[in-house]
């Protein structure tokens, strides 16, 4: 069915239910004057809480058949006018046109038109109010977009009317009504103009609609401009993944790159994530029977848990009730309001009742009336607004101290560690990330005691601005009132808002160190995962040990394991193993050992080195390096993963869980939804830029693809089996599960090695020349023609042709093949020439003439495109782009830290990154640290290709010993430079 006809549907049922939010339907309908008085102050009208009465019969208008596709359109010139009205209600009210429309809809009812009735009305409360929400936000939006370009074209939401709709036009606007001078400007697109979808993109939309606009929002929370983070909501709407929009739909998020992007999506979730909790809130508060305007719009305006769950406590199932409630219950709610709108006629004497516990005397009355106001100001939107702008301004500071404990609670050592953070203070806007998740384990270890400090000051200025501004009374109120009323706000800042703030403050600078940190975490696994592979050496692996050995495995340039034995280097044996080691060498031609930094591994690294010294291996020439160890995934085979890891090491970490890699800060104390999530997104990032041989590789590696998963991969590779190997991409198509949305998003990151398919097709023709029925040939041109006589076709024997393409060995994607060959003729080269020389000399001249703009604007593509196809055609064949970057640090000697000296100058390996400074293994059993503060732009290569905007897993570095604390085994070290 398409989606035309369902949003018809829906409308009808909009109409229907219109008086199920009839509690607020007045506000949307206020006149500007009354909505100008309540801006000023006016509290809202106190709602009935009686139980809600079905619409009059009158009143509803009747279903209509749905719509058949194409049908044709009528209009009867009359439209449906949805309002909203901002940041004050989200409920679309029909204009008086309804009663016409409604006249209409009796002439040409059905029969077909009373089912459909009968069918919607069993549906259930809480899907057709849903229904309304999503068609009151998709016309307000539609009206908002299409307005400023043809008022009279408004595209049409309204129900069907005689069994047909007006079409709704396309709509492919991702400013969503702002105009061109609001928009950010950046450097990319000087005039913040941005760029669109095509044309038959969908429109963007929300399940649920709020007060405040979603685009909005998520352009102030990322600073990110609102056009593209409007085109960013559409991407990840239609499924697409962060690699393949990095790579090929660059344009429509400005370069962005992967880090920048993964934030916009984790905040996307987490706005949605309140929208829903909001609606889902309001919901059970309506059941109740406790929602009113004001609680309605309070909640509609909440764009945080932290917001939400202060405007909703007083109403959650089991409570007590605030001393606000209680005190509505006493009846004294009409005079806290008269207090503010017409205090001179206001008496507390006659709310006296001497039998009514709370009314008995004046002294219980102000109490109640006091307690009433501290609500209604703590739950007003504009004085939390300033409250929250006038803490940005003024001094607000995180403290910590020593908890007051028994230490029979606490282990000493805990409280050793935090010996920073016991006489603890810091302004909230100049504390560091690290800090914060260091306070927050300390807190939740019972060690410290943290508590936020908002200075006095803000409480007298607050205070003073409520008086003559927000909460002033409208006329003359005696001293008695005015006293009620400074109680009021006193009480109300002090017991409401002031731990409303400390709870907003903390938990916001909690949720930007957890996001912090994991992306510290997903920038150090990307830098280990595009360590550049070794290829084309023997590597011995080494797992060290003692009592047990040392377990040795000789693997060949292809992966494969040619020798594994066990030797006893740390039991006196260690002389006579060296035969055996050297033996091993000599015959496999292997002179790089891979030492795993597991247990004994600075003595296996010692015994290295010291037989290399002495020249020991010679006519050898041996070198080693480390790999981690403790994250291996098995141990019966460690030592062959240790040498593959050195060979490829993007193939071996994937078979890790990625958070148990150990390259990251505070991992077991951030959310482990959030990390898994942003870890994983790396992985496939990771996988799918290096691009996997399709026809070789592994299903571990596969699943990682962008558009693949497990049950994707194993079909892939089921499918490899039966079939032989994939001649191009197309036959992605015929793989079970794989449909157009999977192929589109991982076809550009699968190679198919045009060498191999070649050499396939010249072994079966010398074999059999044909196989299976399928004819084949050796020449670049494969034919294939799958013809099987007498038997019934099969999902992966249809009659096709296929034959291998050159451009499926590159970075291009299948959709811009057209444009990649319309650039070849331009150019004058062939297919055959992909990734050779001349082809690159051709593409050079020819930018020189032409320029990339011009080219791009001749194909009707994009600057990114164009760059994309460039880059394939010119890539040589199996290229890597990992090659670009460090290869592991091969040692021949190493250093003890007793021989180390202050001001001795060394080169070593970056282990890990974190917030607060860079582990440096320089080979002397104990990684330095460079604190952050000596990691300045200036000692970082700007014309090294890097893999992340500072460093990293596996660079390598020239350091200075600043500082060596032997007996805590620290090292204190400075940046000199990266080499």
Known sequence: MSSLPRRAKVQVQDVVLKDEFSSFSELSSASEEDDKEDSAWEPQK???????????????PKRMPRVKKNAPQISDGSEVVVVKEELNSSVAIADTALEDRK??????????????????AAQPHTVRRTKKLKVEEETSKASNLEGESNSSETPSTSTVWGGTCKKEENDDDFTFGQSALKKIKTETYPQGQPVKFPANANSTKEEVEMNWDMVQVLSERTNIEPWVCANIIRLFNDDNTIPFIIRYRKELINNLDADSLREVQQTLEELRAVAKKVHSTIQKIKKEGKMSECLLKAMLNCKTFEELEHVSAPYKTGSKGTKAQRARQLGLEGAARALLEKPGELS?????????KGLSTLQDIEIGVQHILADMIAKDKDTLDFIRNLCQKRHVCIQSSLAKVSSKKVNEKDVDKFL????????????????????????????LTVKVNISDGVKDEFCRWCIQNRWRPRSFARPELMKILYNSLNDSFKRLIYPLLCREFRAKLTSDAEKESVMMFGRNLRQLLLTSPVPGRTLMGVDPGYKHGCKLAIISPTSQILHTDVVYLHCGQGFREAEKIKTLLLNFNCSTVVIGNGTACRETEAYFADLIMKNYFAPLDVVYCFEAYESLPFRTESQVSIARRVQDPLAELVKIEPKHIGVGMYQHDVSQTLLKATLDSVVEECVSFVGVDINICSEVLLRHIAGLNANRAKNIIEWREKNGPFINREQLKKVKGLGPKSFQQCAGFIRINQDYIRTFCSQQTETSGQIQGVAVTSSADVEVTNEKQGKKKSKTAVNVLLKPNPLDQTCIHPESYDIAMRFLSSIGGTLYEVGKPEMQQKINSFLEKEGMEKIAERLQTTVHTLQVIIDGLSQPESFDFRTDFDKPDFKRSIVCLEDLQIGTVLTGKVENATLFGI???????KSGLIPIR????????????????GLGPGERVEVQVLNIDIPRSRITLDLIRVL
Not at 348 to 356: M, T
Not at 920 to 925: A, L, S
Request: overall charge positive; proline content about 5%.
């Open 934 to 949: 000596n990691v300045t732009e200036a000692k970082l290569s700007k014309t090294k290709k890097r893999r992340s905007l």
């Open 348 to 356: 507390l004497l006659s709310y006296i009742r001497p039998d009514v």
């Open 103 to 120: 006249n209409k809809l009796d002439t040409v009812q059905t029969l077909k038109t009373a089912k459909t009735k009968q069918k919607c």
């Open 919 to 925: 582990f440096v293994d320089i080979g002397v059993g």
């Open 46 to 60: 106190k709602v009935p809480r009686s139980r809600k009465q079905p619409p009059p019969k009158e009143s509803k």
């Open 420 to 447: 920073l953070y016991q006489h603890f203070s810091c302004n909230i806007r100049n504390i560091h990330h690290h800090q914060i998740l260091a306070i927050n384990r300390g807190e939740n270890l019972k060690v």
